[in-house]
């Protein structure tokens, strides 16, 4: 069976990418925690136990996604690979169908859902998700 993989070095590479506690989210998570935010990390969702939000703050019903450049196929920094194209492209593909659906699937259920990119300067990032726990807190008139 062919590998995904165009060489055994690319396979360790990819394999070593993580998929929860980036830089990026451990940037914003101290961020918010600095400001007295509590939330959870890595929380199942409802709809898809097998899909997670990076930050979710539940009562407030607001799911935060830090997107990586290449997995979700950032317009600015994306680069298509040059072996195994094809590959990379449907995977990169199906993961930007699965993000757009499951932002649709959380706003039905009544959540407020948050996306970020990875290169996105984590102190603005905190600013917005701040911003967004204050209003979610105001009562409604």
């Not at 070593?16 to 935010?37: F, K, Q, V, Y």
């Not at 509590?38 to 607001?62: G, H, K």
């Not at 997995?71 to 194209?85: D, I, L, R, Y």
Request: with cysteine; aromatic share 10%; hydrophobic share 40%.
């Amino acid at each position: 069976m062919k590998s995904w993989a165009s060489s055994p070095a690319v396979r360790r590479n990819m394999q070593a990418n993580r998929g929860r506690d980036t830089s990026p989210e451990l940037a914003i998570r101290s961020l918010l925690h600095a400001r007295g935010l509590r939330y959870r990390v890595n929380a199942p969702l409802e709809f898809d136990r097998r899909r997670r939000a990076d930050i979710t703050f539940p009562r407030l019903q607001l799911a935060i996604f830090i997107d990586g450049c290449y997995w979700h196929g950032c317009v600015e920094h994306f680069q298509t690979p040059k072996t195994n194209m094809a590959f990379w492209l449907q995977k990169i593909g199906a993961n930007q169908t699965r993000d757009r659906h499951t932002d649709g699937m959380l706003r039905a259920a009544g959540w407020t859902v948050l996306r970020f990119w990875e290169h996105e300067k984590p102190e603005l990032v905190a600013d917005q998700i701040a911003e967004t726990v204050g209003q979610l807190r105001e009562p409604r008139t």
